[in-house]
């Protein structure tokens, strides 16, 4: 029913990843495989809700606190992960980070810490630094085949008592880590013992794969957090700008309403994104479902010819995201070499890991959402990358 296989040209479009491929990786004629969005179109429904939007022809103020949304998001809880959530518990911004950036503020002060699991999403250390407060560190590190966070260690980090916030990406971007259940109590509850608050980023909670399950952290904790998400990374459609979430509390709750509204001037959210998310919520899942059947095949594709290649990195798809971080360490092969062979040689753009923190050194970071033509012609390049490196 969705042909994921069709290419659609993004060249033109005022698109990140292609028409501005230069502002990275400083030349323009790459094949881009970079930010974190998708070659797809959005999904049928979403572009008939727009339509029909867009026929209206009245583009004036416009309001989210209705139930046409309320039911929506407070739906897909129930229908994708067997969660009744509060409706007076949402709120709306413009964009996931914009929602962390507002609420570190307002839960800690200049000087202060924010904790975070690394390698991360290089816009956590962006937001975190920009708000003059100080990123602490909680290296993942890979037990057998699964990415681990060493409670003692968070338990120790945050007994120092110079944390006011444990930022949390669930699933876990770069990683690919979905938390599990256990994990994700075991946090709550010494973030609880410490009075440290948790910003949970849940923007890639429904890319998840097989038999992992993703849990929502208000289903583990019931105070002091902020979840933040959007149906922009399922969908693809980041560039309508718009996001929700959940505050636990009254009293930060009508203080992100005072700071939204009197503060920052943003009082009318797009009504575009408004739309989108209705539609994506009430009609978009069998859409989503076969998306993900098509992202799982795209990583195990890449497995597949990656390991076919190079069998000493028994590389295994991420539990989450379309984003396969690719850990090419057994090759010992310079980062800044490799980089250098794919943009100048290869004329492919990829994430080098060290983006992400120093725990990337070493990997790559390949975004997996386009069709599969574009995801072979990709790793022909990085593989004939890799090997020119390795004769080097």
């Given at each position: ?59 004036g ?10 039911s929506?998001?407070?739906?897909w ?45 290089d ?7 920009g ?16 990415w681990q ?22 699933p ?24 440290v608050r ?5 923007i890639?909670?429904?890319m ?12 583990v904790a019931?105070?002091r957090?902020?979840l ?20 636990s ?33 009430r ?13 799982a ?78 995801l ?17």
């Amino acid at each position: 029913m969705f042909d994921f296989d069709r290419v659609t040209d993004r060249r033109g479009s005022w698109c990140t990843q292609w028409d501005f491929v230069a502002d990275r990786f400083g030349q323009n004629d790459l094949l881009p495989f970079t930010i974190s969005d998708m070659d797809f179109p959005a999904a049928p429904c979403i572009l008939t809700a727009l339509q029909q939007r867009l026929a209206h022809g009245v583009f004036g103020y416009s309001r989210w606190q209705h139930d046409d949304f309320l039911s929506a998001i407070t739906g897909w809880y129930q229908q994708r992960f067997q969660l009744s959530v509060e409706p007076q518990q949402i709120v709306y911004g413009p964009s996931v980070i914009y929602m962390i950036s507002r609420l570190i503020q307002h839960w800690s002060q200049p000087g202060e810490g924010v904790a975070v699991h690394t390698p991360a999403y290089d816009a956590f250390y962006k937001t975190i630094e920009g708000n003059h407060r100080r990123c602490f560190s909680l290296p993942l590190r890979k037990v057998g085949t699964e990415w681990q966070c060493n409670m003692h260690e968070l338990e120790a980090l945050l007994a120092q008592g110079e944390c006011r916030i444990l930022l949390l990406c669930s699933p876990h971007n770069p990683t690919g880590k979905v938390w599990r259940r256990e994990e994700l109590e075991q946090m709550a509850a010494i973030c609880q013992r410490y009075n440290v608050r948790v910003i949970s980023d849940e923007i890639h909670m429904d890319m998840v794969f097989g038999d992992q399950k993703h849990t929502p952290w208000l289903a583990v904790a019931k105070d002091r957090f902020a979840l933040f998400t959007s149906a922009s990374k399922s969908f693809n459609v980041p560039a309508l700008t718009g996001a929700y979430g959940f505050i636990s509390d009254e009293e930060d709750r009508a203080a992100w309403f005072q700071a939204l509204k009197q503060t920052d001037g943003l009082s009318s959210p797009a009504v575009m994104a408004v739309a989108a998310h209705i539609a994506a919520y009430r009609e978009g899942g069998e859409w989503l479902d076969a998306l993900l059947r098509y992202l799982a095949a795209n990583l195990q594709h890449i497995a597949a010819r990656l390991n076919d290649a190079f069998p000493v990195l028994n590389w295994l798809p991420p539990q989450a995201t379309y984003l396969a971080w690719i850990d090419l360490n057994p090759l010992g092969i310079n980062d800044a070499q490799l980089h250098k062979v794919l943009i100048e040689q290869q004329k492919v753009a990829m994430m080098p890991g060290l983006t992400y923190g120093p725990e990337g050194k070493g990997y790559l970071r390949l975004n997996a959402g386009c069709p599969r033509s574009k995801l072979d012609d990709g790793l022909t390049r990085l593989i004939a990358g890799i090997r020119s490196c390795l004769k080097a």
